[in-house]
């Protein structure tokens, strides 16, 4: 069973940047369409990004432009460049990962935290 560790998270001013890292355990984002979604209190689950396994990238509206998907299959790593945040974007982000054999496995989140 895979197991998914993010970090990165924190507080930044807005207009800040941060940068979510994604480390799966026994290669499983090399074999994985990987996505983050973020959670507000109060708020239901969304898709913030993702990119297949074949490297192609989808954005939430609210997000393109400013953040940035990727992977790295060799650290068997996927990031979250963010830039501009914005207070609405106070949420916890978490890291998902579906393999191409089956199954959908989530991290534990990492806070990220947009105020002055």
């Known amino acids: 069973q895979g197991q998914l560790v993010e970090s990165g998270g924190g507080s930044v001013q807005p207009g800040g940047s941060l940068r979510l890292s994604c480390v799966g355990s026994?290669?499983?984002?090399?074999?994985?369409?990987m996505g983050w979604y973020r959670q507000a209190p109060g708020k239901e689950r969304e898709l913030v990004a993702r990119?297949?396994?074949?490297?192609?990238?989808t954005y939430a509206d609210s997000v393109k432009g400013r953040f940035t998907i990727s992977r790295d299959n060799a650290k068997n790593t996927v990031y979250l460049q963010m830039d501009s945040l914005k207070p609405e974007e106070t949420a916890v982000y978490y890291c998902?990962?579906?393999?191409?054999?089956?199954?959908?496995?989530w991290g534990q989140g990492t806070q990220v935290t947009v105020s002055s």
């Open positions: 998902n990962a579906n393999p191409i054999g089956g199954g959908n496995f």
């Open positions: 990119i297949t396994i074949h490297g192609a990238t």
């Open positions: 026994r290669s499983i984002v090399r074999v994985s369409h």
